[in-house]
């Protein structure tokens, strides 16, 4: 079946402006989850949705950052104000039970560039 | 706070050799550990999740160990070739909801 998917793959803001990145989990996944990965880094944490619920948001780097999932599956991550330091890859994972017994699925990431 | 560590960040091997890649972690109180692998320029593919109860996993010619107690878990590949060549990515779950990652190992197959 279809796994996660991302859109759009790649995206160049200028500083200051706004983005939105979508992602589309796996269908009838329960749990979503953002991470933001800086270059040659690991993937660290910024969100996590259960359903519409945003149950964790402690990751998010600051106010400029807002994520949602209005009706329990496709989410945005939105960043206001862009800065050069929000440069990096946003990867969305999609897990299919709001427990840790199962594996997160990860898409295949947008790659923010702020010039 | 949970800090993953990967060693070594980076391995060249030649083609056909078993190798092992290690991952500690400092906080015993997990809930599982995944082991992915990441290709250049891609999103994460899962390789093999350890419940905390479990001390192994296997899948092919991948076998993830996991000691709680001493804080760690190798990934072994066995007869490795020039495909298995990738970023190694640990990742511990902290309260059933946030991976916590390593650095990775960035692995060269040479033919």
């Known amino acids: 079946g279809a796994g996660v998917s991302q859109s759009p793959r790649y995206k160049v803001a200028k500083r200051g402006q706004d983005v939105a990145l979508r992602c589309d989990p796996i269908?009838?996944?329960?749990?979503l989850f953002w991470y933001q990965q800086a270059l040659g880094q690991g993937p660290e944490f910024l969100t996590y949705?259960?359903?519409?619920?945003?149950?964790?948001k402690s990751g998010l780097p600051s106010d400029r950052f807002f994520a949602e999932r209005p009706e329990g599956s496709v989410s945005t991550l939105k960043i206001q104000r862009t800065q050069q330091e929000d440069s990096a890859v946003y990867l969305c994972?999609?897990?299919?039970?709001?427990?840790?017994?199962?594996?997160?699925?990860f898409g295949p990431g947008t790659r923010l560039t702020v010039t | 706070k949970q800090e993953v560590t990967q060693i070594p960040a980076a391995l060249s091997v030649p083609e056909g050799e078993n190798l092992v890649l290690n991952c500690s972690f400092t906080?015993?109180?997990?809930?599982?550990l995944q082991w992915f692998r990441q290709d250049p320029g891609k999103g994460l593919t899962s390789l093999l999740l350890?419940?905390?109860?479990?001390r192994e996993q296997t899948s092919g010619r991948l076998n993830a160990s996991l000691d709680k107690s001493s804080g760690r878990s190798t990934l072994y590949i066995a007869a490795s070739q020039p495909g298995d060549s990738a970023t190694y990515l640990c990742?511990?779950?902290?309260?059933?909801?946030?991976?916590?990652f390593g650095q990775g190992t960035r692995l060269t197959i040479n033919p």
């Open positions: 269908s009838g996944h329960v749990s």
């Open positions: 350890i419940q905390s109860s479990q």
């Open positions: 994972a999609s897990r299919y039970s709001g427990t840790g017994l199962n594996e997160q699925y």
């Open positions: 949705f259960q359903n519409e619920a945003q149950l964790d």
């Open positions: 906080d015993s109180a997990i809930y599982n």
């Open positions: 990742a511990v779950l902290r309260g059933a909801q946030k991976l916590v």
